[in-house]
């Protein structure tokens, strides 16, 4: 077993601006996946860059060209007993927190898939770049698919995603497990938008200089903007199929309402143990996991 002390860093490099950029890699792997080992390498990663001076933004981005992240790892989910996946998820939780409490701009720029666990890493930074094509000149998907796996958001996607883009869309994409295509998406998923993977850098620093620092202790989420949510939440009860999960998106998105960022997580991780153990999900996890 591969120890945290024996784990490599993730690449990282700092420019004369004082930019930190990080890597996420796939670790031999032909896309970026999140798996306890990567999660482990960012906080690892994190905490050596913590240590540099004169650090004044974070750009998080991906080393593979076809994907941002796709997702987590559900192999490994589907492996792990209901005690670990718990931790797993909670230290998930702790770990993408870190990028929105930095005392400096954090900002993903993406240019490839960003699903699931991905997106909600990037929804963890203080602004998304994104392009609208990746580096094959074609658009790619972005988005919370688990809901069509029969599980659900772990990571504080049903918090984020509807602070970002308008409640109803929001919360109606996060119940089917619909997702967006790069060149169409909501308006205000992405913070800046530009045309190819080239234009990133270049729009990142104008974000920084317009927007410089955003100090917050937890990612821009329902507890911390001002929309009209439950109108959101009446509107999928009324039209949504009253599927496992879409009542535990439902539960999680309510919890943020009610009581906020903390209590929402909490209730969406109980929610996507629980829903793994069904039938239904079973099903679906296993009919996907075959098709690799």
């Known amino acids: 077993m591969t120890t ?36 482990q390498r960012l906080n690892t990663t994190l905490d050596v860059i913590e240590q540099e001076k004169n650090v004044n933004a974070l750009f998080l981005r991906s080393d593979c060209s076809k994907v941002f992240v796709a997702g987590a790892d559900l192999a490994e989910i589907d492996g792990l007993d209901d005690p670990a996946l718990h931790a797993y998820l909670a230290f998930g939780t702790t770990v993408f927190g870190r990028l929105a409490k930095l005392p400096y701009p954090s900002l993903a720029l993406i240019s490839g898939a960003s699903l699931g666990g991905g997106l909600e890493i990037a929804m963890h930074c203080d602004a998304i770049i994104a ?6 000149d074609k658009p790619y998907l972005i988005g919370l698919p688990e809901t069509g796996l029969g599980i659900c958001p772990g990571w504080g996607g049903t918090q984020m995603l509807p602070a970002r883009i308008d409640p109803t869309i929001a919360l109606e994409a996060t119940a089917t497990g619909n997702l967006f295509k790069s060149n169409a998406m909501p308006e205000g998923l992405a913070d800046v938008l530009v045309e190819t993977p080239e234009e990133l850098t270049a729009a990142a620093e104008t974000w920084i200089e317009q927007n410089g620092a955003v100090q917050r202790s937890i990612p821009r989420c329902i507890e911390n903007t001002s929309k009209n949510y439950k109108e959101a ?7 949504s199929e009253s ?35 069904t039938q239904t999900a079973q099903q679906k996890i296993k009919a996907f996991l075959s098709k690799g």
């Open 4 to 39: 945290t002390t024996q784990l490599s860093l993730l690449r990282h490099e700092i420019n004369d601006q004082g930019v930190v950029t990080l890597w996420l890699d796939g670790n031999d792997r032909p896309v970026v996946v999140l798996d306890r080992e990567l999660i």
């Open 233 to 239: 939440i009446e509107s999928l009860k009324t039209n």
């Open 243 to 277: 599927s496992e999960s879409t009542k535990s998106v439902l539960l999680a998105v309510e919890t943020g309402v009610d009581k906020g960022w903390s209590s929402a997580v909490a209730v969406e991780q109980c929610e996507l143990v629980r829903l793994r153990n």
């Open 131 to 136: 392009s609208k094509v990746g580096s094959n």
